[in-house]
C-alpha cells in the first residue's frame, strides 16, 4: 500500500511539473489513445539456447518450442502505454485500436466498466474519473502481462 501511495504522489508531482497544474473548477476531457499489442521475438537454438523455465500460465505469455530449422519464438500481450495519469473528475475516454489477437475483453477494476476489443476496430469507452487511486485495466484473456494502470490523481 505505501509503494502504491508513493507511486501515486511520486506520479502526481511528475505530472503537475509537466502541465503546471490544473484548475479545480471545471473537469477536462481526456482522450486517451492505447493499443493492444503482441510484442514477438525469435532465436535459432544454435545461436541462443531455448529457455529452460516455463513462463507464467495464461494467455499473456507464450513461448513457442523449436521447429524443425531450430527456431523458436516468444511473445506477449500488451496494453500500450501501460499507465495513464488523470485526475479525479475527469471525463476520460480511452480510445483502444486492437493490433494484434482477435479480441481483448477488457475491464476497469474499481469503475464497473468493461468491453471488447477486436483487432483491426476501435473500442471508446468513456466514463468520469470519479475515484482518485490505481485501477488495473486487464485483458480477461492475456493475463498476467496484459495490464495497465490507470492512475488518478486526487483534484488539486
Excluded at 39 to 58: M, R, V
Excluded at 90 to 113: F, K
Aim: charged share 20%.
Amino acid at each position: 500500500m505505501i509503494k502504491k501511495l508513493f507511486l501515486l504522489v511520486a506520479v502526481g508531482a511528475l505530472a503537475l511539473a509537466a502541465c503546471g497544474g490544473q484548475s479545480s473548477s471545471a473537469p477536462v476531457e481526456r482522450t486517451i489513445y492505447m493499443a493492444a499489442v503482441e510484442p514477438k521475438g525469435g532465436q535459432t537454438i544454435d545461436k541462443e539456447p531455448f529457455p529452460a523455465e516455463p513462463l507464467p500460465e495464461g494467455g499473456g505469455y507464450i513461448l513457442k518450442e523449436p521447429n524443425a530449422d531450430g527456431r523458436w519464438e516468444v511473445e506477449t500481450y500488451r496494453w500500450d502505454p501501460g499507465t495513464i495519469v488523470v485526475y479525479q473528475g475527469d471525463i476520460v475516454t480511452l480510445e483502444i485500436i486492437g493490433i494484434n489477437g482477435a479480441e481483448h475483453p477488457v475491464s476497469i477494476a474499481g469503475y464497473d466498466i468493461s468491453d471488447v476489443v477486436y483487432r483491426g476496430q476501435i473500442t471508446r469507452m468513456t466514463f468520469t474519473a470519479d475515484k482518485a487511486g490505481i485501477f488495473k485495466i486487464t485483458c480477461g484473456v492475456h493475463l498476467p502481462s496484459m495490464q495497465a494502470d490507470l492512475v488518478v490523481l486526487p483534484k488539486p
